[in-house]
C-alpha cells in the first residue's frame, strides 16, 4: 500500500496490520500541499495493489502523480467527510483537507481503509475489521479524556492560534475559537491585516499561547508571540 503522507501512512498500518506494507511517498516532517514527486517516487508506488490518498485537494499533486499509475486502485479517505469550507485566501470556498482533526472524521478514514482493503484483499475483511475496532477503542481512550478537558475551560480561554488554518475540524470538535496566520500552507502569506487582527485579537482577549507546525517557519508565530506576551507554545 502507498500512501500520500504519513500520517496516513500511521493510519493505513493499523488497519492493515500484518496483512500489507505500508509506505508514505512523503517523508517525515514535509509539506504535503506542494510536494513534487520524484523519479524514485514513482518507482517504488509502481508495485503497490492500492494507493490511497487524503482528497479535498490536500495534495495538490496527486492527480498527476497518479496518471503514471492508471491500473491501480486507490482509496480516497475523506469520502463521506463533511467539508469545513476555507474562508480566505487563493483557496476560499475549497474543502478545508484537514478532515482526520476530528474524532468524527477519523472513524470516517477508518471505516473508508477497512472497507476498501477488505473489497480488495477479502480474505483479510475478518482481520481488517477486527484491527479497525481495536484502533478505534484506543483512539477514543486517548481523545475522550482529553476533548472532554478542553470543552470544560472557560470559553473565553478556549483559543487555538497557530500558523496554518490547519485546525477547523478539531477546532469545531473541541469547541474551540479559531486563529491562523495563513488559511493553508501552500500561501504561506500573511496578509498585515491578518497579522494586525491576531496581535489585537491575543491582547484583546489575553490569549496565552502561540503555536506553529513543524513543517513550515517558526520565525512569523514567534513574532506574533514577541509583540503580544503570549508565550510561544513551541511546535
Known amino acids: 500500500i502507498v500512501t500520500t503522507f504519513t ?11 500484518k496483512n500489507a506494507d505500508v509506505i508514505s511517498i512523503t517523508k517525515p516532517g514535509a509539506e504535503v500541499h ?3 514527486p520524484t523519479p ?6 509502481l508495485e503497490a495493489d ?11 499533486w496527486f492527480n498527476k502523480f497518479y496518471s503514471n499509475f492508471n491500473n491501480v486502485k486507490t482509496i480516497t479517505l475523506t469520502s463521506g467527510v463533511k467539508p469545513i469550507r476555507i474562508g480566505e485566501g487563493n483557496y476560499e470556498g475549497e474543502p478545508n483537507p484537514h478532515a482526520w482533526m476530528s474524532l468524527d472524521n477519523i472513524f470516517i478514514y477508518i471505516d473508508n481503509i477497512q472497507k476498501g482493503l ?5 480474505k483479510n475483511k475478518n ?10 477503542n484506543k483512539i477514543r481512550e486517548l481523545v475522550y479524556p482529553l476533548r472532554k478537558k478542553i470543552r470544560e475551560l472557560p470559553e473565553e480561554k478556549r483559543w487555538l492560534i497557530t500558523c496554518e488554518g490547519a485546525f477547523s475540524y478539531l477546532a469545531d470538535d473541541y469547541k474551540l475559537k479559531e486563529l491562523y496566520l495563513w488559511p493553508i500552507n501552500s500561501d504561506l502569506i500573511s496578509r498585515p491585516q491578518q497579522i494586525k487582527r491576531i496581535i489585537d485579537t491575543i491582547k484583546e ?6 503555536f506553529c507546525e513543524s513543517t513550515v517557519s517558526q520565525i512569523p508565530a514567534k ?3 514577541r509583540q503580544t506576551d503570549a508565550k510561544y507554545g513551541g511546535i
Open 34 to 36: 506542494g510536494y513534487k
Open 7 to 17: 500520517v496516513i501512512k500511521d493510519i493505513v498500518q493499523n488497519v492493515a496490520g
Open 40 to 45: 524514485r517516487d514513482i518507482a517504488k508506488t
Open 223 to 225: 513574532e506574533i508571540a
Open 118 to 122: 477488505s473489497d480488495i484483499d477479502p
Open 205 to 210: 482577549k489575553k490569549i496565552d499561547a502561540v
Open 50 to 60: 492500492v494507493i490511497i490518498s487524503n482528497g479535498f485537494n490536500l495534495e495538490t
Open 127 to 136: 482481520s481488517y475489521l477486527s484491527n479497525a475496532n481495536i484502533y478505534k
